[in-house]
């Protein structure tokens, strides 16, 4: 560290007053300096070594690659990062000169509990319910346990154990895919590779994505997948639009290949008007929301951070760092 010049953390000013005291605390050596998304920057911004990107925040490409080129860590309060690696980030990581990590592990409770959430909500058919109380109709449904099926979790990250978690506690088997055949908690069967994906496929009632985004994994999930699909099982995709096929998805759906789909992302967001998906009944869509931003959530963000910084600050390695060579 200089002698002359404190080191400066760049914070949000969306969050900088909630965040800049508990750095202080952790940290006192930094000075905490706001940023905005748009408008001028704080002369002080050309000393940060360390920048936290908000979920949403865009402006963080160009200050690491113009106005503050001294940043050496960059956080983002996301769990994906396909939209954090733009091109001089992923240039500084390659080269050893920046240091990325993400929020993975803040996001496994709120997106577990709502795939959980929607899974009973269509098992039990609680929109027809609702219908039929609109409407002022006293009519019985047969409904569907989740218990004894099998939930075929795809990625095995934080959020993928977050559901296999709450999936397990419903007494349901669970079998995961991930890129190595290490074992996993609340998993009772790990699988890998084409062959571990046409097994969770063809066995899963219910095929949860929570995959990362990458070259490798677009459209990891197409027409040969829906063919292999039980016509009772359905499809629920809360990681990246782009991991599904999504015109052979609106194909299959119309055939009958499977059962339904629980949809929180697209290819393209928001989802447009005159997508096929909307009149879809056995399609259930929310906006890219599967978080909620829940309280829990916003605080395992801000602790996940702050942890970091104070390794940051110590010099010991950090949690969360992103293998930019697989994208996760």
Same mark, same amino acid.
């Given at each position: 560290?200089?002698?002359?010049?404190?080191?400066?953390?760049?914070?949000? @000013?969306?969050?900088?007053?909630?965040?800049?005291? !508990?750095?202080?605390?952790? &940290?006192?050596?930094?000075?905490? /300096?706001?940023?905005?998304?748009?408008? @001028?920057?704080?002369?002080? /911004?050309?000393?940060?070594?360390?920048?936290?990107? *908000?979920? #949403?925040?865009? $402006?963080?490409?160009?200050?690491?690659?113009?106005?503050?080129?001294?940043?050496? %860590?960059?956080?983002?309060?996301?769990?994906?990062?396909?939209?954090?690696?733009?091109?001089?980030? $992923?240039? $500084?990581?390659?080269?050893?000169?920046?240091?990325?990590? @993400?929020? +993975?592990?803040?996001?496994?409770?709120?997106?577990?509990?709502?795939?959980?959430? %929607?899974?009973?909500?269509?098992?039990?058919?609680?929109?027809?319910?609702?219908?039929?109380?609109?409407?002022?109709? *006293? !009519?019985?449904?047969?409904?569907?346990?989740?218990?004894?099926?099998?939930?075929?979790?795809?990625?095995?990250?934080?959020?993928?154990?977050? =559901?296999?978690?709450?999936?397990?506690?419903?007494?349901?088997?669970?079998? +995961?895919?991930?890129?190595?055949?290490?074992? &996993?908690?609340?998993?009772?069967?790990?699988?890998?590779?084409?062959?571990?994906?046409r097994r969770l496929?063809?066995?899963?009632? %219910?095929?949860? =994505?929570?995959?990362?985004?990458?070259?490798?994994?677009?459209?990891? =999930?197409?027409? @040969?997948?829906? =063919?292999?699909?039980?016509?009772? &099982?359905?499809?629920?995709?809360?990681?990246?639009?782009?991991?599904?096929d999504e015109t052979?998805?609106?194909?299959?759906?119309?055939?009958?290949?499977?059962?339904?789909?629980?949809?929180d992302v697209f290819?393209?967001?928001?989802?447009?008007?005159?997508?096929?998906? *909307?009149?879809?009944?056995?399609?259930?869509?929310?906006?890219?929301?599967?978080?909620? %931003?829940?309280?829990?959530?916003?605080?395992?963000?801000?602790?996940?951070?702050?942890?970091?910084?104070?390794?940051?600050?110590?010099?010991?390695?950090? &949690?969360?760092?992103?293998?930019?060579?697989? #994208?996760?």
């Open positions: 560290m200089g002698n002359n010049v404190q080191e400066a953390l760049l914070i949000p @000013d969306s969050v900088h007053e909630e965040l800049s005291a !508990q750095i202080r605390l952790v &940290a006192p050596q930094f000075v905490c /300096v706001p940023y905005r998304e748009e408008g @001028d920057l704080s002369p002080k /911004v050309a000393d940060a070594v360390a920048l936290l990107r *908000w979920v #949403g925040g865009k $402006r963080f490409a160009s200050l690491i690659e113009t106005d503050a080129p001294r940043i050496r %860590w960059l956080h983002t309060a996301s769990a994906g990062v396909d939209h954090v690696l733009m091109p001089p980030v $992923r240039k $500084r990581c390659e080269v050893g000169t920046l240091v990325l990590t @993400d929020s +993975g592990p803040a996001f496994g409770i709120a997106i577990g509990e709502f795939v959980l959430a %929607w899974m009973l909500a269509v098992s039990h058919r609680l929109s027809e319910l609702h219908d039929q109380k609109q409407a002022r109709r *006293w !009519q019985s449904l047969q409904h569907e346990e989740l218990y004894g099926q099998t939930a075929g979790v795809i990625g095995l990250g934080p959020i993928g154990q977050g =559901i296999a978690e709450r999936c397990r506690a419903m007494g349901m088997r669970t079998i +995961g895919l991930r890129r190595t055949p290490t074992a &996993a908690p609340f998993v009772d069967e790990t699988v890998t590779g084409p062959e571990g994906l496929i063809g066995e899963s009632d %219910w095929v949860i =994505i929570a995959a990362a985004l990458t070259g490798e994994t677009r459209h990891l =999930i197409g027409e @040969d997948e829906f =063919i292999r699909m039980k016509t009772t &099982a359905r499809l629920v995709n809360i990681a990246r639009g782009g991991l599904v052979a998805l609106i194909t299959a759906l119309q055939k009958g290949e499977l059962a339904g789909a629980c949809l290819a393209t967001e928001p989802l447009p008007l005159d997508s096929p998906l *909307w009149d879809l009944p056995q399609v259930h869509i929310a906006p890219h929301n599967s978080s909620g %931003w829940a309280r829990g959530l916003r605080e395992r963000q801000r602790q996940l951070f702050l942890n970091n910084v104070s390794r940051f600050a110590a010099g010991e390695p950090l &949690a969360g760092i992103v293998d930019v060579s697989l #994208g996760y």
